[in-house]
């Protein structure tokens, strides 16, 4: 079946960028998500990108695809405390589809 | 954007019995989408509901156990039957945006434990 990984930590200190890593491997995956979930709260959709696109750019976040080596990753610039969150990477072949998740990336942003 | 709303956002439940999750939406959708997210892990799919016809479940996930009623375009339940402390977990309602753009919502989800 469809696997999508991601590493579990990443720390950062504030006002750096933090890059969060996605690899999929369903290629027939169109649409590719990024939700953020912060402790004891649901899932935000921070963005996506659909499979067509190279890259995505909204404010601080910028989404970049390989759809050759079915490689995604979250680039957050200027990373603040409030940024501290579970990241989940996710990807489905319909635009209503089920979604496939990965195991999430912790990211920690230090003072 | 849609607006999803869960009722109950937590419980705290007894071993065997059963609870009945609800979800609203600010819009009518086609689809609706149940999650499981089981405590430190990713969110699995449990089931897809459309209206006016039976729940599609994904394997691991039965009806039995996980009952789902969707009534209407706007709102749908999910009942978890004869609880086991293993259900405890984060249930999540998922629905697609209104302009079919490829966006997937969340509610906030419903967090139980079964004791």
């Known amino acids: 079946g469809e696997d999508v990984e991601q590493s579990l930590f990443l720390s950062v200190r504030e006002g750096d960028s933090s890059v969060i890593n996605c690899t999929y491997t369903?290629?027939?995956?169109?649409?590719l998500y990024w939700y953020k979930q912060e402790p004891g709260a649901g899932l935000q959709l921070l963005t996506y990108?659909?499979?067509?696109?190279d890259m995505k750019q909204d404010q601080r976040l910028t989404v970049l695809l390989n759809k050759k080596d079915k490689h995604l990753s979250l680039r957050i610039a200027d990373t603040q405390t409030g940024d501290s969150a579970i990241y989940f990477c996710a990807e489905t072949p319909t635009s209503y589809g089920k979604l496939t998740f990965g195991q999430g990336t912790i990211l920690t942003v230090h003072p | 954007s849609a607006v999803i709303s869960q009722k109950p956002s937590r419980d705290i439940c007894q071993r065997g019995t059963s609870l009945t999750i609800q979800c609203q939406v600010d819009s009518q959708v086609t689809m609706m989408f149940w999650y499981r997210q089981q405590p430190g892990q990713s969110l699995t799919l449990i089931a897809t509901a459309n209206q006016g016809s039976e729940a599609t479940y994904e394997s691991g996930f039965v009806i039995d156990k996980f009952p789902i009623s969707r009534p209407n375009l706007t709102f749908s339940t999910l009942t978890v039957s004869n609880m086991s402390p293993e259900d405890s977990s984060i249930y999540l309602c998922?629905?697609?945006?209104?302009?079919?753009?490829?966006?997937?919502?969340f509610g906030e989800g419903s967090r139980l434990t079964v004791l």
């Open positions: 990108i659909f499979s067509n696109m």
């Open positions: 998922s629905v697609s945006g209104t302009a079919n753009t490829g966006e997937l919502f």
């Open positions: 369903d290629s027939s995956s169109t649409y």
